[in-house]
C-alpha cells in the first residue's frame, strides 16, 4: 500500500470508530425531544468538560489559529485570551439557566427568552438570528475538514469530497442519536485533538529549529513585528488596539451566549456539574499553546502554503513524518472540525423546530423530532456549498458570526436579573443592535477605531432596551418572580 492510501485507510478507521461512537452513545436517551435535545438532563462531569471545551476548539482553533500565527503573530493570542474570559459568567448563569430549564421543560435558548418575554415574534426573530450565525461556523467546520484532507492525501480526496465525507459522518450519528452522540463523540474526539495537538506542538519546533526558544529567538531576529502586540492585520500592516480589544470583548461575551454551548446547560445533571466546567474550562486552553507553536514554526519558511489556514497540513507534509504519524493528525484535526460541527448542527435543527415553527404550529413529539432531522440536512447542505467558496480567512469567519452572538447577551441578562425588563425592550433593542452589528459587517471601512461590530451593536443595544423598557409598563410582579427567584 502506498503512502496516500495508509492514510486514507486510516482517515476512514477514525471516522468508522467515531460514528460507532455516536450511534452506541445514543442508544442510552429517550425517543422523546428532551432526550434528543437536552440528553434527558443526565450528561456528567466528564462529558460536560468535553463537550464544552471540544465544542469551543474546532477547526478555526486547529486550523485558523496556527494560520493566525503564521501570518498575524501575536494577533493570534485574542484567541487565548478571550477562551479564558468567555466561560466565567457561567458560574453564575448556568445552574439559574438549567434550574429555568428543569422547572419549565425548557430545551432552547430562545424558550428561556420567550418564556420571560412572550413574543412569538421574539421566538422567530432569535430562531433566525441563530441560524444565520451558525451556517458560517458550520461553513468553517466543514471548510477546515476538507483543508486536512485534500492536503494530506496529496489532492486524492480534494476538498469537496473530504467536507462531504466527514460530515456524512457526522450526520448520520446526529440524526439518529441527537445531543447524546454530540456529547460522547466530543469526549472521544476532545482526547483525541489534544494528543495530537501536544505531539505536533512541541516536535515541529524541535525538528525546525532545535527548540521552542531557538525558533522564537529567531524570529524575533527577523521579523519581530510579529511578535509584538496586537499583531498584524490581514493586510500585513500592524493590526490597530481598538480592533483587537472589541476582538476578545465580542468574542468572549459570544462564547456564554452560543446557543449550542448554551442549550448544554439544560443537559447537566446537577448544577454542581455546571460550576465545576467552568472552573476546569480554563485548562482546555492549553489546547492553544501547541497549536500556535505550529503556527510560529512556519512563519520562517522560504515556502508558503497557498491560504495561512493551510500552513499545518503545509508543515506536516514537509517534515518527512511516517505516513502513519500524518494520518494521526488528520484524524486529530478532523476531532477539531467534527466536535464542533455535530454540535452546531445539532443545535440549529432543534432551535429550527422548538423556536422558529413550534411556536406558531403544534406538532407532535414524533413529528418535531423528523422535522429538526430535516432541518440539520438543510443547514448542512447550506455550510457545505458555502464551504466550497475559498475567499476567506476561518478565524474571520467565525470573528463575523460574533457580532451576531453579541447581541444575544443583554437579552438574557435582562431575562435571568432586571425585573424592570420588558417585551417590547427587548425584541426593540435585539433588533437595533443586530441591525448595526449587521451595518458594520457589510461596510467596515466605517467602523470606528477598527472596532469589531459586535461591540458596536452593543453600544445602540443597550440604551434602546433600558429606554424602551422603562418607557412601558412593567410586566406581571408574580410572574417575573418565577424568573427572578430560582
Same mark, same amino acid.
Given at each position: 500500500?502506498?503512502?496516500?492510501?495508509?492514510?486514507?485507510?486510516?482517515?476512514?478507521?477514525?471516522?468508522?470508530?467515531?460514528?460507532g461512537?455516536g450511534l452506541?452513545?445514543?442508544?442510552?436517551?429517550?425517543?422523546?425531544?428532551?432526550g434528543?435535545?437536552?440528553?434527558d438532563?443526565?450528561f456528567?462531569?466528564?462529558?460536560?468538560?468535553?463537550?464544552?471545551?471540544? =465544542?469551543?476548539?474546532?477547526?478555526f482553533?486547529f486550523?485558523?489559529?496556527?494560520?493566525?500565527a503564521?501570518?498575524?503573530?501575536?494577533?493570534?493570542?485574542?484567541?487565548?485570551?478571550?477562551?479564558v474570559?468567555?466561560?466565567?459568567?457561567?458560574?453564575?448563569?448556568g445552574?439559574? &439557566?438549567?434550574?429555568?430549564?428543569r422547572?419549565?421543560?425548557?430545551?432552547?435558548?430562545?424558550?428561556?427568552?420567550?418564556?420571560?418575554?412572550?413574543?412569538?415574534?421574539?421566538?422567530?426573530l432569535l430562531?433566525v /438570528? =441563530?441560524?444565520?450565525?451558525?451556517?458560517?461556523?458550520? *461553513?468553517i467546520?466543514?471548510?477546515?475538514?476538507?483543508?486536512?484532507?485534500?492536503?494530506? =492525501?496529496? #489532492? =486524492?480526496i480534494?476538498?469537496?469530497?473530504?467536507a462531504?465525507?466527514?460530515y456524512?459522518?457526522?450526520?448520520?450519528?446526529?440524526?439518529?442519536?441527537?445531543?447524546?452522540?454530540?456529547?460522547? !463523540?466530543?469526549?472521544?474526539?476532545?482526547?483525541f485533538?489534544?494528543?495530537?495537538?501536544w505531539?505536533?506542538g512541541?516536535?515541529?519546533?524541535?525538528?525546525?529549529?532545535?527548540?521552542v526558544g531557538?525558533?522564537?529567538?529567531?524570529?524575533?531576529?527577523q521579523?519581530?513585528?510579529?511578535?509584538?502586540?496586537?499583531?498584524?492585520?490581514?493586510?500585513?500592516?500592524?493590526?490597530?488596539?481598538?480592533a483587537?480589544s472589541?476582538a476578545?470583548?465580542?468574542?468572549?461575551?459570544?462564547? *456564554?451566549?452560543?446557543?449550542?454551548l448554551f442549550?448544554?446547560?439544560?443537559?447537566?445533571r446537577?448544577?454542581?456539574?455546571?460550576?465545576r !466546567?467552568?472552573?476546569?474550562?480554563?485548562?482546555?486552553?492549553?489546547?492553544?499553546i501547541?497549536?500556535?507553536?505550529i #503556527?510560529f514554526?512556519g512563519?520562517?519558511?522560504?515556502?508558503?502554503?497557498?491560504?495561512a489556514?493551510?500552513?499545518?497540513?503545509?508543515l506536516?507534509?514537509r517534515?518527512?513524518?511516517p505516513?502513519?504519524?500524518?494520518?494521526?493528525?488528520?484524524?486529530g484535526? +478532523?476531532?477539531?472540525?467534527?466536535?464542533?460541527?455535530?454540535?452546531?448542527?445539532?443545535?440549529?435543527g432543534s432551535?429550527?423546530?422548538?423556536?422558529?415553527?413550534?411556536?406558531?404550529?403544534?406538532?407532535?413529539?414524533r413529528?418535531q423530532?423528523n422535522?429538526?432531522?430535516?432541518?440539520?440536512?438543510?443547514?448542512?447542505?447550506?455550510?457545505y456549498?458555502?464551504a /466550497?467558496?475559498?475567499g @476567506?480567512?476561518?478565524?474571520?469567519?467565525?470573528?463575523?458570526?460574533?457580532?451576531?452572538?453579541?447581541? @444575544?447577551?443583554?437579552?438574557?441578562?435582562?431575562?435571568?436579573y432586571?425585573?424592570?425588563? *420588558?417585551?417590547?425592550?427587548?425584541?426593540s433593542?435585539?433588533?437595533a443592535?443586530?441591525?448595526?452589528?449587521?451595518?458594520?459587517?457589510?461596510?467596515?471601512?466605517l467602523k470606528p477605531?477598527?472596532?469589531?461590530? #459586535?461591540i458596536?451593536?452593543?453600544?445602540?443595544?443597550?440604551?434602546?432596551?433600558?429606554? &424602551?423598557? +422603562?418607557?412601558?409598563?412593567?410586566?406581571?410582579r408574580?410572574? &417575573?418572580?418565577?424568573?427572578?427567584?430560582?
Amino acid at each position: 500500500m502506498d503512502r496516500f492510501g495508509l492514510i486514507t485507510v486510516i482517515i476512514l478507521a477514525y471516522l468508522a470508530v467515531t460514528l460507532g461512537v455516536g450511534l452506541v452513545a445514543g442508544r442510552r436517551a429517550s425517543r422523546s425531544v428532551q432526550g434528543y435535545v437536552a440528553g434527558d438532563r443526565d450528561f456528567g462531569l466528564l462529558v460536560m468538560y468535553f463537550i464544552t471545551g471540544a =465544542t469551543v476548539f474546532s477547526a478555526f482553533a486547529f486550523l485558523g489559529g496556527p494560520g493566525w500565527a503564521y501570518s498575524r503573530g501575536a494577533a493570534a493570542f485574542y484567541i487565548l485570551t478571550y477562551g479564558v474570559l468567555g466561560m466565567a459568567p457561567w458560574y453564575a448563569m448556568g445552574p439559574r &439557566v438549567a434550574a429555568l430549564g428543569r422547572r419549565f421543560g425548557f430545551v432552547t435558548q430562545a424558550q428561556l427568552l420567550v418564556g420571560r418575554f412572550p413574543s412569538r415574534a421574539l421566538s422567530l426573530l432569535l430562531a433566525v /438570528l =441563530t441560524l444565520a450565525a451558525f451556517v458560517p461556523y458550520v *461553513t468553517i467546520q466543514m471548510r477546515g475538514a476538507g483543508i486536512v484532507i485534500e492536503a494530506v =492525501t496529496g #489532492g =486524492t480526496i480534494p476538498l469537496w469530497a473530504g467536507a462531504a465525507l466527514a460530515y456524512g459522518i457526522v450526520m448520520v450519528y446526529v440524526l439518529a442519536s441527537g445531543v447524546s452522540a454530540v456529547g460522547w !463523540t466530543n469526549t472521544f474526539q476532545g482526547v483525541f485533538m489534544l494528543a495530537i495537538a501536544w505531539v505536533l506542538g512541541i516536535y515541529l519546533p524541535y525538528r525546525m529549529y532545535g527548540g521552542v526558544g531557538p525558533m522564537f529567538e529567531q524570529i524575533l531576529a527577523q521579523r519581530p513585528k510579529l511578535l509584538s502586540l496586537p499583531g498584524l492585520d490581514g493586510s500585513g500592516n500592524s493590526w490597530n488596539w481598538g480592533a483587537y480589544s472589541t476582538a476578545i470583548l465580542a468574542s468572549a461575551i459570544g462564547v *456564554t451566549m452560543w446557543p449550542h454551548l448554551f442549550m448544554k446547560a439544560y443537559t447537566a445533571r446537577s448544577d454542581k456539574i455546571i460550576r465545576r !466546567t467552568v472552573i476546569l474550562f480554563p485548562t482546555f486552553q492549553l489546547f492553544l499553546i501547541p497549536v500556535f507553536l505550529i #503556527g510560529f514554526a512556519g512563519v520562517l519558511l522560504p515556502e508558503s502554503p497557498d491560504q495561512a489556514d493551510f500552513i499545518l497540513p503545509f508543515l506536516i507534509l514537509r517534515s518527512e513524518l511516517p505516513a502513519l504519524v500524518v494520518g494521526l493528525f488528520c484524524a486529530g484535526a +478532523l476531532s477539531a472540525s467534527m466536535s464542533t460541527g455535530d454540535a452546531l448542527l445539532h443545535a440549529a435543527g432543534s432551535v429550527a423546530v422548538e423556536d422558529g415553527v413550534q411556536p406558531f404550529m403544534q406538532l407532535s413529539d414524533r413529528a418535531q423530532r423528523n422535522l429538526m432531522r430535516v432541518l440539520v440536512l438543510v443547514v448542512g447542505g447550506l455550510a457545505y456549498l458555502s464551504a /466550497l467558496y475559498e475567499g @476567506f480567512s476561518l478565524v474571520d469567519l467565525l470573528l463575523a458570526s460574533y457580532g451576531i452572538i453579541c447581541q @444575544f447577551m443583554p437579552s438574557m441578562v435582562a431575562a435571568l436579573y432586571w425585573r424592570r425588563a *420588558t417585551t417590547a425592550g427587548v425584541l426593540s433593542g435585539l433588533l437595533a443592535g443586530s441591525a448595526v452589528s449587521v451595518f458594520f459587517f457589510l461596510f467596515p471601512e466605517l467602523k470606528p477605531l477598527g472596532m469589531h461590530e #459586535g461591540i458596536l451593536g452593543l453600544v445602540v443595544h443597550l440604551p434602546v432596551l433600558i429606554g &424602551v423598557s +422603562l418607557a412601558g409598563s412593567p410586566q406581571d410582579r408574580e410572574h &417575573v418572580d418565577g424568573y427572578l427567584r430560582v
